[in-house]
């Protein structure tokens, strides 16, 4: 198991801009494909984003444009920067493997957008 750790949602004036970072903790993290998902409440959980081993990312059409994955591998986090912020974005943000296969899943971020 990867235990993996969100932070940085927060309300945001739709618009507006977050960035998420997800800590890992793993020694071989760089082997990873690594995965921003998000669940807006009464509906499933979502990708938004993943980003694989070589860097490679790949995006939902509906933040295609507006959201960025990246990673550091020396840190062992994953990051998501959210611009151009609305209101059908507000969801709890996790981060996870990418696949996930039975890894667990975190808390979880909680990012609010509305004026």
């Known amino acids: 198991q990867v235990k993996l750790v969100e932070s940085g949602g927060g309300l945001v004036q739709p618009g507006g801009s977050l960035r998420l970072s997800c800590s890992a903790s793993t020694s071989i993290f760089s082997s990873y494909g690594l995965g921003w998902y998000r669940q807006a409440p009464g509906k499933q959980r979502e990708m938004v984003a993943r980003?694989?081993?070589?860097?490679?990312?790949l995006y939902e059409d509906f933040v295609k444009g507006r959201f960025t994955i990246s990673r550091d591998d020396d840190e062992k986090k994953v990051y998501l920067q959210m611009n151009n912020l609305q209101p059908e974005d507000t969801a709890v943000y996790y981060c996870?493997?990418?696949?996930?296969?039975?890894?667990?899943w975190g808390r979880g971020t909680q990012v609010t957008v509305s004026s």
């Open positions: 996870n493997l990418y696949p996930v296969f039975d890894n667990d």
């Open positions: 980003i694989l081993s070589g860097g490679n990312t």
